[in-house]
């Protein structure tokens, strides 16, 4: 069992930084594949980034200017979101599976969510 705390949303103009952090329960972290999704309103919820042990995959809309990381000994992961957009608006949350990454919602454990709002 994984539970997932979400921290570090806020309100940020277009161009701005912020970085996100997820902190993981469990003595087994290093083995989940960790991942961050986000939501705008009236949208479906779409993959934003992903890491494993070894690799990291984001989607073509980030790339570029987030940045997924990990810290096993801290049992956290971070979102580092640069260059921020006005599109960027949306609630993110994190994610775990034992597995590759993947952008499909195929994980297992899910966050409650951290709001982010970029103002033009």
């Known amino acids: 069992q994984v539970q997932l705390v979400e921290s570090g949303g806020g309100l940020v103009q277009a161009g701005g930084s912020l970085r996100l952090s997820c902190a993981a329960s469990?003595?087994?972290?290093?083995?989940?594949?960790m991942a961050w999704f986000r939501q705008a309103p009236g949208k479906e919820r779409e993959f934003v980034a992903g890491?494993?042990?070894?690799?990291?995959v984001y989607a073509d809309s980030v790339k570029g200017r987030f940045i997924i990381s990990r810290d096993n000994a801290k049992n956290t992961v971070y979102l580092q979101m640069n260059s921020l957009k006005p599109e960027d608006t949306a609630v993110y949350y994190c994610?775990?599976?034992?597995?590759?990454?993947?952008?499909?919602?195929?994980?297992?454990?899910w966050g409650q969510g951290t709001q982010v709002t970029v103002s033009s």
């Open positions: 890491i494993s042990s070894g690799s990291t």
């Open positions: 994610a775990a599976r034992e597995g590759m990454v993947t952008p499909t919602m195929a994980y297992g454990y």
């Open positions: 469990g003595r087994t972290f290093s083995r989940y594949t």
